[in-house]
């Protein structure tokens, strides 16, 4: 396992999306919805760091087992939604911007919920692997196109809770 980003260089970059979502959001209502399981992380940690009021939701969203990519079905209870993002403007957390996929699938839902707006955060973005025609409008870190783990990211549901970005040797993913 090669660390890409270490405890201290994370922290740094949640500080700094943290304070551009205040400077984006003050004095309106903001929801900020993380998409689940890998977000958790990042979006503990920035609502600990963001001093405006929020509402926070989740949705459930799987597109990969392991290192086998698949599509997979959303979970979204649209009716709790749909109250925590009417007329208020939606902050939509992940935690890696790959193919955009999950991201895309997601804007079009929410979008129907008539919120005022709907804006893209993510602590990394993978280069040369997008699918969709948008970038997030908020990317903490820029990172190659490697499979990465650690701050929420997981590979066959480990090393979630690491407190860096790492990635995982061959050997590793083989295993």
Do not use: C
Not at 53 to 58: A, D, I, S
Not at 76 to 105: C, K, N, S, Y
Not at 148 to 161: E, I, P, T
């Amino acid at each position: 396992m090669k660390v890409l980003l270490t405890e201290e260089q994370v922290r740094a970059g949640v500080e700094g999306l943290a304070r551009k979502i205040e400077e984006l959001y003050q004095g309106k209502p903001l929801t900020m919805v993380g998409v689940l399981i890998g977000s958790i992380v990042l979006l503990a940690d920035l609502i600990r760091r963001i001093s405006i009021p929020l509402r926070v939701e989740l949705v459930q969203a799987r597109r990969y087992w392991g290192q086998v990519r698949r599509p997979g079905p959303m979970a979204v209870d649209l009716e709790v939604l749909a109250a925590a993002v009417r007329e208020r403007h939606v902050l939509l957390v992940d935690d890696i911007f790959d193919t955009g996929q999950t991201i895309a699938e997601l804007i079009p839902m929410l979008d129907e919920l008539d919120p005022l707006s709907i804006r893209t955060a993510v602590l990394l973005r993978k280069q040369g692997r997008s699918q969709v025609d948008f970038q997030p409008d908020l990317v903490a870190f820029d990172i190659p196109d490697v499979f990465v783990v650690g701050y929420g990211l997981d590979y066959k549901d480990m090393y979630r809770n690491l407190p860096y970005v790492a990635a995982l040797e061959p050997d590793e993913l083989a295993a």
